[in-house]
């Protein structure tokens, strides 16, 4: 389609300015913090550190993302023993996420996420914006998502770091 056949194009680029810049945003913060982490794990590292003693679904609401998605991040950080997974004292069943020591380090080193950045600026907004920005959004992402897609989708940028799956 032609730029000329949308109605209000300029408000249109404006949006996908929008939308490269916040993902610039979200880009920029891959890799960094010395330990070649995905803005999502850096994210998450973060959100334990400052919670520790946090489980899966807690960690899920503090980064407003579904408890699967989580998961599969904190398997990864787990994996590169950054985190470490223990049982609550009050119910053995019940993992509480808690950084190792090599996960502090790395956490010392690392800038903040740009996630962070994100919801405070979503939060900041009027709960009449924030609820027209959630509806406007959920409407647009389901007309651009391809078939077979996730119903929860991965946390930003985590699918992939430097072309590899993590």
Known sequence: MRAKAFAGPSDVRRALDAFRRVVQALRAGRGRGGARLS???LFALRQIGDHPGASINELAALTFTHQSSVSVVVQRL???RLVAKVSATDDRRRQRLTLTREGRRV???AP???QEQLIA???SLPAADRRALASTLGKIAQSV????ATRHPPM???ERVDGRAR
């Open 78 to 80: 787990a994996r590169r």
């Open 39 to 41: 803005s999502a794990q």
């Open 156 to 158: 930003f940028f985590e």
């Open 121 to 123: 600026a979503i939060a």
């Open 145 to 148: 998502m391809p078939a077979g």
């Open 112 to 114: 903040a996420a740009v």
């Open 107 to 109: 956490l010392r080193r």
